[in-house]
């Protein structure tokens, strides 16, 4: 299937579901066959744009039912217009944080229940939400995008204080009537504890029923556990095992963040206690992976990205491994989960980092790899400039070059190759999100990539907005990762490994990022190329051919029309062709030289 045709099975299914959320609807009949052809479709309600579903107008239809799945519409990602207007649905409000286009929302004049989904905060460009004449309750989230203008969650039974933001008070009193314990500006009621409150509180904690002992024993309940979980956390860190963490002095360049974030951890171990299971990858036979072992064992946090966090854990045997724990990822069943994994499994080369194993439950999703120990390429290549940095010689900067270009090009190959045995038709292999945080270094600073291919296990519009953190110009434009998007992306690093300059995406205040794609061309157009090259490997001596051979290389992967842009099997001829630089062997030697001498004087 191409991607095109994914996104447009996805979509039938959603709207199949919703259909058959609502009893006899009207357009039962109406909605088969293709919901879109190009920018128009047949199915009554529906409107398309590039054979994209952008609206669901089903007003005032006499629909019954029930809208039992939150998520029943997260796969229409590119839908702005939502209107169930003045029908007789109920369930729980959706949850919208997979429609990030969504600009009107209309479930006015229904019988939905529970809180109103705290989803709709992250609703960037949402103008319009009638929530009125249903039966929510709870409080209103806080709401407070500037795009939203107009605004009614009138007659519900929302409870409690209107969240004082700037959106949510320029709306009149008329958006919030018909809601009794509903209080705050810009209603006319003041939010104090009523007398009667104030006594039934009182009368609770006071005349012990069987609600109030349930909670207080609750309340112990929780607070015993807590304490139990910080004695057996206590308990594990002072293991011997941790001393190990502690000694190892390459631990702190391996992580992005040396802060621990050990209360995600523990609520991570809560999450899977109760389905210890970790499926070993193909390859991976020789493993052994306990989970309850990985997640007991002493962990730090190495960093959070966009789509999980990322822990280092020591095994008993004193193996470093580490968790990633997924999140953000899109409706996905067990099965579709272990295909995909197991599609991975397939892809072995000594640049690429593999998975040895995942678990998948309802609450958690894991990926489990072994502990790369000189941590990453953005660390390697930025970290410890003020001072107590190890040097990173053009010769290793060059070594890295050719390993990862090595191995984007064995993924393109996987991607192309008629006859490789990748037979899921939903598999997907440019990387899509190369960077240099996705560049690990082992002992010997051998370059290993990781997470790559994971794009279809995200939204489409989640991963297009935070995968590719060099963007390329028709990436930015079409929102689609492809093999020569991966290129670009390649050509990016490759600037930053030249340079040392930051990218923007991840440029820390003050650091001056530029967009290394673009920037490249104008440094060389403006004729300052002597000057771009990274002070630690062109500042003692001449600057080395090869650092111009590989800052042309560059230029042609960064060229703005993706057609100009090479492919990456002749990338790895040309990067593999530039020769290390005897003067910098000749230097490492000395300084090794007089390193010995001065130790044995
Ligand atoms: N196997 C590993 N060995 C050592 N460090 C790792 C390993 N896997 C991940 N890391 C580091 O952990 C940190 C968090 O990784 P994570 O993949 O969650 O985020 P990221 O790479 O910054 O962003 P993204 O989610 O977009 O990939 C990063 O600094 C990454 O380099």
Not at 60 to 81: H, K, M
Not at 528 to 548: A, L
Request: hydrophobic residues 35%.
């Amino acid at each position: 299937d191409s991607e095109e045709d994914r996104y447009l099975k996805d979509e039938y299914y959603a709207l199949t579901a919703l259909k058959q959320a609502f009893s006899n609807p009207p357009f039962a009949a109406n909605w088969s066959g293709k919901q879109c052809s190009v920018n128009s479709s047949s199915w009554s309600g529906l409107q398309c744009i590039n054979n994209r579903v952008v609206s669901v107008s089903l007003s005032g239809l006499g629909l019954s039912g029930l809208i039992g799945d939150p998520l029943i519409l997260a796969n229409l990602t590119e839908l702005t217009l939502l209107s169930l207007k003045n029908n007789s649905i109920y369930g729980t409000m959706m949850n919208f944080s997979y429609n990030q286009k969504l600009t009107i929302i209309d479930l006015s004049l229904n019988s939905f229940t529970g809180p109103i989904s705290t989803s709709l905060t992250t609703l960037n460009v949402l103008q319009s939400l009638h929530l009125n004449r249903n039966q929510f309750n709870g409080s209103i989230p806080p709401l407070n995008q500037s795009t939203l203008k107009s605004f009614d969650v009138s007659f519900n039974s929302l409870s409690g204080e209107i969240p004082s933001t700037v959106t949510l008070r320029s709306f009149g009193p008329r958006a919030y009537f018909g809601n009794p314990d509903l209080c705050g500006v810009p209603t006319f009621k003041t939010c104090v504890i009523s007398e009667e409150k104030h006594n039934k509180i009182k009368e609770f904690l006071l005349k012990p029923s069987l609600i109030s002992i349930l909670i207080i024993l609750d309340i112990i309940l929780l607070l015993v556990q807590a304490y139990s979980l910080y004695v057996f956390y206590k308990k594990s860190h002072n293991k011997d095992q941790r001393q190990k963490i502690n000694d190892n002095p390459k631990t702190t360049t391996a992580t992005t963040s040396t802060t621990t974030n050990t209360s995600s951890y523990i609520d991570m171990m809560m999450h899977v206690d109760r389905q210890m299971k970790v499926t070993l990858m193909n390859g991976s036979e020789g493993e052994s992976l306990d989970l309850k072992e990985l997640l007991q064992s002493p962990a730090e946090g190495l960093g959070k990205g966009n789509f999980g966090s990322c822990y280092k854990t020591m095994m008993d045997s004193g193996r470093p491994l580490v968790v990633k724990r997924l999140r953000n990822l899109r409706p996905l069943s067990h099965e579709e989960f272990n295909k995909h994994m197991q599609s991975l499994s397939v892809l072995q080369h000594p640049n690429l980092h593999p998975i040895l194993g995942y678990h998948f439950s309802n609450e958690e999703k894991l990926l489990i790899s072994a502990f790369a120990t000189n941590g990453n390429l953005f660390n390697r290549l930025h970290g410890g400039r003020g001072g107590n940095r190890r040097t990173f010689q053009w010769n290793t900067r060059l070594e890295v070059a050719k390993g990862v270009a090595k191995a984007m090009a064995y993924l393109h190959k996987m991607t192309t190759n008629e006859n490789n045995n990748l037979n899921d038709t939903n598999f997907i292999i440019p990387h899509g999100n190369l960077k240099a945080s996705n560049v690990l270094l082992d002992d010997n600073d051998t370059p290993l990539l990781t997470d790559y291919a994971l794009t279809p296990l995200f939204p489409p519009s989640l991963a297009a907005n935070f995968m590719l953190a060099y963007k390329s110009p028709e990436q930015l434009r079409w929102r689609k990762v492809s093999n020569k998007s991966d290129v670009w992306s390649y050509g990016c690093l490759l600037v930053e490994l030249i340079t040392g300059k930051f990218p923007k995406y991840s440029s820390p205040e003050g650091g001056n990022g530029v967009d290394l794609g673009n920037w490249i061309h104008k440094a060389v157009r403006e004729e300052w190329t002597n000057e771009v090259f990274d002070m630690e490997i062109s500042g003692k001596r001449k600057t080395d051919k090869g650092m111009y051979m590989l800052l042309q290389i560059a230029l042609r992967c960064c060229e703005r029309s993706p057609e100009k842009r090479p492919e990456m099997e002749e990338v790895v001829e040309e990067v593999v062709a530039i020769k290390p630089c005897m003067a910098e062997e000749d230097e490492d030697e000395d300084e090794v030289e007089a390193e010995s001498t001065s130790t044995s004087n």
